[in-house]
């Protein structure tokens, strides 16, 4: 029992973390259509600037600039390669593929300055560890539990009450229809890529964190993880990719520590845990938990 309940605590840990990177996901594909390939090397590059910064500025110093500048690169991204003013419906195709080639650059040069060393982010939480009960928990764990409701309440909180989010939910639903009533499209999508920028920046803090052993040039590749979570909730529901995020955590964490038990589906299944899910709801709703049929006008 006290096994299940630490798989259990680790995988809302996860899950909530994973969470951060989805919605990243959600948030661009409701704003714009594009399925962000390079959210891996954005989540890489937040944590290498935390990484390389927080000697001289400390780890808030670190993480808030880390946080600005990651925002940062991606509105530039979208603004500048991607011509985020740009409606044409096959645009979001095309632009999809360029994130790919984003995302060659980005890690590449992050790889290159990273190499083989493990950097240390200099968060508060260290290697402590905290006993609930029976379960004995890293610190870090539930920080990125805290931290993560938090910040994905205040992500909630912007789509249901602030000009922004009601100009993101009409953009999402009929484009043409948002930019007669006023929406700044331009604006809005720019705002959304910054935010997912942001979100990633921050989720890399916790993936880097004990007790992982720190951050590496491959960290940015369990973003890929989150992928699985957007598109289980259905790609542009906010709740589903929390719900999607969830899942995905609780079976990654549970496969890994029952790994022994499993051992007839392969040694590496928790690494493919994710998607195997994500193919079996699929089989059963093809739109996502969250995910609705969309109208056609014929």
Same mark, same amino acid.
């Given at each position: 029992?006290?096994?299940?309940? !630490? /798989?259990?605590?680790?995988?809302?840990?996860?899950?909530?973390?994973?969470?951060?990177?989805a919605?990243? *996901?959600?948030?661009i *594909?409701?704003?714009?259509?594009? #399925?962000? *390939?390079?959210?891996?090397?954005?989540?890489?590059?937040?944590?290498?600037?935390?990484?390389?910064?927080h000697? !001289?500025?400390?780890?808030? &110093?670190?993480?808030?600039?880390? @946080?600005?500048?990651?925002?940062?690169?991606?509105?530039?991204?979208?603004?500048?390669?991607?011509? $985020?003013?740009?409606?044409?419906?096959?645009?979001? /195709?095309?632009?999809?593929?360029v994130?790919?080639?984003?995302?060659?650059?980005?890690?590449?040069?992050?790889?290159?300055?990273?190499? $083989?060393?493990?950097?240390?982010?200099? !968060?508060?939480? &260290? !290697? %402590?560890?905290?006993?609930?009960?029976?379960?004995?928990?890293?610190?870090?764990?539930?920080?990125? =539990?805290?931290?993560?409701?938090?910040? =994905?309440?205040?992500?909630?909180?912007l789509?249901?009450?602030?000009?922004?989010?009601?100009s @993101?939910?009409?953009?999402?639903?009929?484009?043409?229809?948002?930019?007669?009533?006023?929406?700044? #499209?331009?604006?809005?999508?720019?705002? %959304?890529?910054? @935010?997912?920028?942001?979100?990633?920046? @921050?989720?890399?803090?916790?993936?880097?964190?004990?007790?992982?052993?720190?951050l590496?040039?491959?960290? &940015?590749?369990?973003? #890929?993880?989150?992928f699985?979570?957007a =598109?289980?909730?259905?790609?542009?529901?906010?709740?589903g990719?929390?719900?999607?995020?969830?899942?995905?955590?609780?079976?990654?964490?549970?496969?890994?520590?029952?790994?022994?038990?499993? /051992?007839?589906? $392969?040694?590496?299944?928790?690494?493919?845990a994710?998607?195997?899910?994500?193919?079996?709801? #699929?089989?059963?709703?093809?739109?996502?938990? *969250? &995910?609705?049929?969309?109208?056609?006008?014929?």
């Amino acid at each position: 029992m006290t096994g299940f309940l !630490d /798989h259990l605590l680790n995988g809302l840990a996860l899950g909530a973390v994973y969470a951060l990177v989805a919605l990243g *996901f959600v948030v661009i *594909f409701k704003a714009s259509g594009v #399925l962000n *390939f390079a959210h891996g090397s954005l989540l890489l590059l937040g944590g290498y600037l935390t990484a390389v910064l927080h000697d !001289d500025l400390g780890f808030a &110093g670190a993480l808030a600039a880390a @946080l600005l500048v990651t925002a940062l690169v991606a509105g530039a991204m979208d603004r500048l390669l991607l011509r $985020g003013g740009d409606r044409d419906p096959g645009a979001a /195709h095309v632009q999809t593929i360029v994130t790919i080639g984003v995302d060659i650059v980005l890690v590449t040069d992050l790889a290159r300055r990273i190499g $083989g060393d493990l950097l240390t982010l200099g !968060d508060p939480w &260290g !290697d %402590a560890v905290t006993e609930i009960g029976p379960v004995t928990v890293a610190d870090s764990r539930l920080a990125a =539990i805290a931290v993560s409701a938090v910040v =994905i309440g205040g992500v909630f909180a912007l789509f249901r009450y602030t000009a922004w989010g009601l100009s @993101l939910r009409a953009a999402s639903e009929d484009l043409e229809a948002a930019a007669l009533m006023g929406v700044r #499209l331009t604006r809005v999508r720019m705002l %959304a890529w910054c @935010l997912a920028g942001a979100l990633a920046a @921050l989720a890399a803090v916790f993936l880097a964190a004990f007790p992982a052993p720190g951050l590496e040039r491959t960290t &940015g590749q369990i973003a #890929l993880k989150a992928f699985p979570a957007a =598109i289980l909730g259905g790609m542009a529901s906010p709740p589903g990719a929390l719900a999607g995020s969830l899942l995905i955590g609780l079976t990654e964490a549970l496969v890994a520590g029952y790994q022994s038990e499993l /051992h007839v589906l $392969g040694e590496g299944f928790g690494d493919v845990a994710p998607y195997a899910v994500m193919v079996l709801v #699929l089989l059963v709703r093809p739109t996502g938990l *969250f &995910g609705g049929k969309g109208a056609v006008r014929v």
